[in-house]
């Protein structure tokens, strides 16, 4: 049995692939594969990006349960100046919903609310508010910084994003 490091990997490298065969007898074009997932990140879209996102993360299919202590562990990972980003992102876009980031704070229990100021617990709190109250904003800054996911080692998560893209990508041919 694979642990879930290697499972979560080979949903990864499957996904760069484009590999859907396990979903459909299709052949993989050459033109949707990808090296890794950093290529696939680079060579999609934002909007594509959103979409698959929008599919597999929703609080509906991954409790917040689960997915919290993922997030934990992807932002933790992350570079520091990639969690600003992260941050930052979350912000702006509850901003747009008329939440305060001062508010925020002190309601999630923040060091701060300067994005740049932030540890990754504050980060992955922020993180697991949006996913479970504004899924569309955790979906749209997904998509925006994708390198989080390549973080998430859940054989469950990664296997949903895996089935999902997998979906999204056949859809493509």
Known sequence: MASSEQYRREIMKDLAKGDVE?????????????????????????????????RSLHPDRIPTSQLEPELQQAIAQI??????DVARAFFKHLKGRGLDDRHLE????????????????????????????????FHDVLAEQPGIIKF??????????????????????
């Open 22 to 54: 396990s979903l459909d007898d299709s052949k993989n074009d050459s033109a949707t594969e990808y090296q890794n997932f950093d290529d696939f990140a680079q060579r999609t879209t934002t909007d594509q990006r959103r979409q698959l996102f929008s």
């Open 106 to 137: 002190q309601q999630l229990g923040l060091s701060t609310h300067h994005p740049s100021r932030m540890s990754a617990d504050d980060v992955s709190k922020l993180a697991s508010f949006v996913y479970h109250n504004h899924p569309d904003i």
């Open 79 to 84: 570079k520091p100046n990639e969690r600003d």
């Open 152 to 173: 998430l080692s859940n054989p469950v998560v990664a296997g949903i994003i895996g089935i999902t893209a997998a979906k999204w990508l056949s859809g493509r041919k």
